[in-house]
């Protein structure tokens, strides 16, 4: 009886064992279709290459993805959520599972309410043949905390490494070492981690010319894919030339985007033109706020050039506080692309009512008689505030991931082997916004009150020579071109001149004039008040002297 009992004992541990190792095997089912997928588009798309010419390849190539790409997203996004439920609902032995194919590698690990933290590297982890330079990931005891106040059960930590980027496709995008790794806690999400996740990328290139940034997979932020790669709650470091470290503070799937840096900026020139910035925006916040009380004080209607001049501050006085603003909230996720939309809807504003004040002193100069144009402050303040908030608007509903962190490039010169490093502001993200509706918009402005400035002169000079008056006129002439100068911005297009050995001085120029705008803005405003003020008293002194003649 007893030879019964333990035959069938050990037949129900065979049983058991069994099923465990057909559920363990799941998630590798999981993982030989997503491999499938990828290795039959790369088969087609080289039988393709083989047969026909490059350019009607192409063509087709871009014509089948237009009417299979929804198709293709919601095949991978569906497999790799099938990936990761197999994963969190496998039943395996010991307290942890390791997984591997070609080009992917999968984790589960058993934690408990008492996880102290992990530490993964791929020293110590079976060798996938397609990851060829090492990694590692760090979990702090902080992970488990949040699940375990709520439901204090056992817990199932996963971590899957793809080593393409085939999965992640993006617009513009280029990954280090096409390493993609992710992780995920089961009962709930992980994010807001006081104590960071490190993710460390090692490679064997140079990374001159680029800039790296460590990202994370975004879903539903795009149209075109499922996902996109977002910066947000992560932080770049490089604590060695050849290892990329990333501080984030959530779960998700991780990588290092690399993206050309043309011009990056000596990390030693930080510090001063940092202090300059803050000084003289600061400055700039003072100046615009005392010229719009000043002129509210003064209690006068004015006429519509000082209006313009007044739309001008305001416009400036908003660009000063949202830049000062901007690397404070770098890391403040919605309210960073929030600032960053207004940072950008404020430089529009800007650059508007310079082009604005161009306008108007071309008509003051040309059209010197009939240039009474109705409700022109309204026409006028509706191409001044409503065209940039139009473009900022439209921008928000059709990508919401153009606002957001946006990584300066650092580069440490003096050979202490950090090499290059990142500095954080709430900007655009986005090189086409930026090069159309920053550089484009900027650069046409500049052109614009060039010419008018260039016609300015011209009409001063020949005011001069006609009244051929010398001495003091000439001084005065200078203050007006150099007011004219400032009013009309011109000082912006130095920002075109960031290259080669024009970098390092364009820097310092572009950061001490256009931080202290709105100063000369001010010394403008007080200039032409003064002006005003003697002209009113030479009125009076004229109408007084006419009277007490006999």
């Known amino acids: ?72 997203m919601s095949g991978v996004e569906r497999l790799i959520r099938g990936l990761e439920c197999s994963l969190l609902n496998t039943s395996f032995e ?55 106040r709520t439901r204090p059960r ?20 280029s990954l ?44 539903g932020a795009s149209k075109d894919h499922w996902g996109v790669w977002s910066p947000e709650g992560c932080r770049t470091e490089q604590p060695s030339p050849s290892q990329v470290l990333c501080r984030c503070n959530h779960l998700s799937y991780f990588a290092v985007l690399m993206q050309l840096s043309p011009a990056p900026i000596p990390a030693e020139l930080l510090v ?29 209607q004015g006429d519509s050039t000082t209006h313009i001049h007044m739309n001008l501050h305001a416009s400036v006085l908003l660009l000063n506080v949202a830049f000062l603003l901007s690397p404070v909230l770098a890391r403040a996720g919605a309210a960073c692309t929030a600032l960053a939309a207004i940072l950008h809807f404020a430089l529009l504003s800007c650059l508007t009512w310079m082009a604005i004040e161009g306008f108007n002193l071309y008509l003051l100069l040309v059209r010197v008689y009939n240039i009474y144009i109705r409700r022109y402050m309204l026409k006028l303040c509706a191409v001044g505030w409503g065209v940039p908030a139009l473009l900022v608007l439209l921008l928000l509903i059709d990508q919401n991931s153009v606002y957001g962190p946006h990584t300066i490039p650092l580069f440490d010169s003096r050979g202490n082997g950090t090499g290059f490093q990142n500095n954080s502001i709430c900007w655009v993200r986005s090189p086409w916004v930026h090069n ?12 614009f009150n060039l010419v008018v400035l260039a016609w300015a002169l011209r009409a001063v000079r020949r005011l001069r020579a006609q009244e051929k008056v010398p001495g003091t006129r000439a001084c005065r002439d200078s203050v007006t071109v150099l007011g004219l100068t400032m009013l009309l911005g011109t000082t912006w297009a130095l920002a075109f001149f960031s290259f080669g050995v024009f970098l390092l001085p364009q820097l310092f120029l572009f ?22 003020e003697a002209e009113v008293e030479a009125e009076m002194e004229a109408f007084s002297s006419s009277q007490t003649m006999p």
């Open 272 to 300: 001063p033109l940092t202090y300059i910035s803050l000084v003289g925006c600061s400055i700039s916040v003072v100046a615009s706020l005392l010229t719009i009380l000043l002129h509210f004080q003064a209690r006068k």
């Open 176 to 219: 280090l070492n096409n390493y993609v790794l992710g992780a995920q806690l089961s009962h709930g999400h992980v994010n807001n981690l006081s104590e960071p996740i490190n993710i460390s990328f090692w490679h064997n290139r140079s990374l001159e010319g680029y800039t790296a940034t460590c990202v994370f997979w975004k879903e």
């Open 436 to 447: 159309i509706l920053v550089m484009g918009y900027g650069g046409l402005t500049s052109l």
């Open 511 to 532: 950061t001490i004039f256009n931080s202290l705008y709105g100063f000369f803005l001010f010394l403008w405003f007080c200039s032409q008040r003064c002006r005003s």
């Open 94 to 148: 010991g307290k942890n599972l390791t997984l591997q194919t070609h080009s992917i590698q999968t984790l589960a690990f058993k934690l408990g309410c008492d996880f102290t933290g992990l530490a993964l590297s791929s020293a110590t982890l079976e060798r996938v043949p397609q990851a060829s330079v090492p990694h590692a990931m760090q979990f702090p005891a902080e992970l488990t905390q949040n699940a375990c």
């Open 154 to 173: 056992e817990l199932r930590l996963i971590c899957i490494y793809f080593f393409t980027d085939y999965f992640f496709q993006s617009i513009n995008s």
């Open 1 to 72: 009886m007893d030879d019964h009992r333990v035959f069938f004992l050990c037949l129900c541990l065979m049983i058991a064992h069994s099923d465990t190792v057909e559920e363990s095997q799941e998630p590798l089912s999981w993982m030989e279709n997503l491999e499938r997928m990828s290795r039959s588009r790369n088969v087609t798309s080289l039988r393709g290459q083989q047969k026909k010419s490059r350019k009607i390849f192409l063509k087709e190539v871009s014509k089948d993805l237009d009417l299979n790409q929804e198709m293709w």
